[in-house]
Structures are given as C-alpha cells and as structure tokens.
C-alpha cells in the first residue's frame, strides 16, 4: 500500500557488519529507508529516523525535547512521545508543533514505540486531529513484524520502524529490554544542565580510555538516528 516501511535493526544485528548488510537486504527487498547512517554512506540508501527516549529524558521536559529535537533537524522531525505516556505525549507533541510552527518549522510525524500500537494510534490520531494537525504523520516501531503489521491494517499508521524480528535470526532469540537513563553526567534529567553539554563530558570521559577508542570510533560510524 502507501505505508512506508523502514529499516531499524542495526543495534540489534550481531555486529557492525552484520547491521550493514541486513540494512542492504531490507532495501533489496523493499524497505524505503534505513536508520543505519553508515548503510546509507557505503550503498546510497535512503536514511531516516526519530530521537531515542534517551533524548527525551535527558531535556528539563518532554516540551523542552521536541521543541530542541525540532529545530536540530527542521525539514524532517519525528517525535517519539511514548517516553512517559503516548497520550499525553501526544499532547505535548501538538503544543510543541504549534511552536515549531511559528518558527517555519514543521513536524512532520510522532512515533510510538511500545504498548497497544493500534488502539494507541487511534487515540493519538483523535488528539493531534482536536488540536488541527491532521497532516502530522504516525508511526509505529517496537517490536513489529509482519504479522503483526498485518494487524494493523485499519490502524492510523502511515508507516513502520522494523527492526529486531527482521536483523537477527529466529533461531538466535533476541531479548527485547528497557533501560531507562536515571542521570546524564553528574546532573539528574531533568536537571538545568543541557542535555548536549552533560552527554559530551560523558563520551569524552568514556572515549578517553585508549582500550576503549576503538570500540568508540567503531560505534560512531555505526550508529544510528533511531
């Protein structure tokens, strides 16, 4: 149909050149993009992708991310507002774009990535709808696969993030957690200290161990916008 399907697995494959080249076989056989930067340098793919809910949490509020994370990139933001909850979340995403609006900015699309995806969908198309952004998009990852966006066929999405059930293999069990970022640096999210500022002392600390460099420039080159 006219939903879009994208690669996400890259953090989730068994190595760097295993996320390279399962984000080649996803656009050979029909994938739209990939979040894999590096895919997209080395094979021309199309490359895309939202923040993490490790920027969400590292900004004083919800708000404060998707106003920032708006003017980072203006011609294609995607906010994931499932961090505390998808609802509200959605809520704050309206207000967030009516203020990115008045700046030329314009959101271009939410993602949900936990929970019941389609009766959520539903819920949040109602409130970006009330607050008159029909032309905002949603978007829907977490553990999707084909069957289960088959289920979602008369759901509100326009597109999907997959990632794990396509990267690794069926018979490798994969073993989907959470983890939740608590302090950035020596500052408590939430905290006044930016999120950019306390998250560079953290990889500049980190990356300073000779040990640990290689292992750094590797996941630099690797990483992905998801």
Request: hydrophobic letters at 40%; aromatic letters at 6%; glycine letters at 12%.
């Amino acid at each position: 149909g006219d939903r879009s399907v994208a690669d996400f697995g890259a953090r989730r494959a068994h190595g760097p050149d295993a996320a390279l080249k399962a984000a080649r076989a996803a656009f050979a056989g029909g994938a739209d993009a990939t979040s894999l930067v590096l895919a997209g340098m080395t094979y021309g793919i199309p490359v895309t992708g939202t923040m993490a809910h490790s920027y969400v949490l590292g900004h004083p509020s919800e708000y404060d991310a998707f106003v920032a994370y708006g003017r980072a990139f203006p011609r294609d933001a995607v906010l994931l507002i499932d961090t505390f909850d998808t609802v509200e979340g959605a809520r704050v995403a309206a207000r967030a774009a009516r203020t990115l609006t008045q700046e030329g900015i314009e959101v271009r699309g939410v993602r949900l990535d936990s929970g019941d995806v389609g009766d959520l969908a539903r819920r949040v198309r109602d409130v970006l709808d009330e607050a008159g952004f029909p032309d905002i998009r949603i978007l829907a990852s977490g553990g999707l696969d084909e069957h289960s966006i088959a289920g979602l066929r008369e759901a509100p999405i326009a597109g999907f993030g997959v990632g794990t059930p396509r990267t690794t293999s069926g018979d490798a069990p994969a073993l989907e957690i959470v983890s939740t970022r608590s302090r950035l640096s020596t500052t408590r999210c939430g905290g006044s200290r930016s999120w950019n500022t306390a998250l560079r002392s953290r990889v500049t600390s980190w990356a300073a161990s000779s040990s640990r460099l290689g292992r750094f420039r590797t996941r630099t080159r690797t990483s992905s916008r998801r």
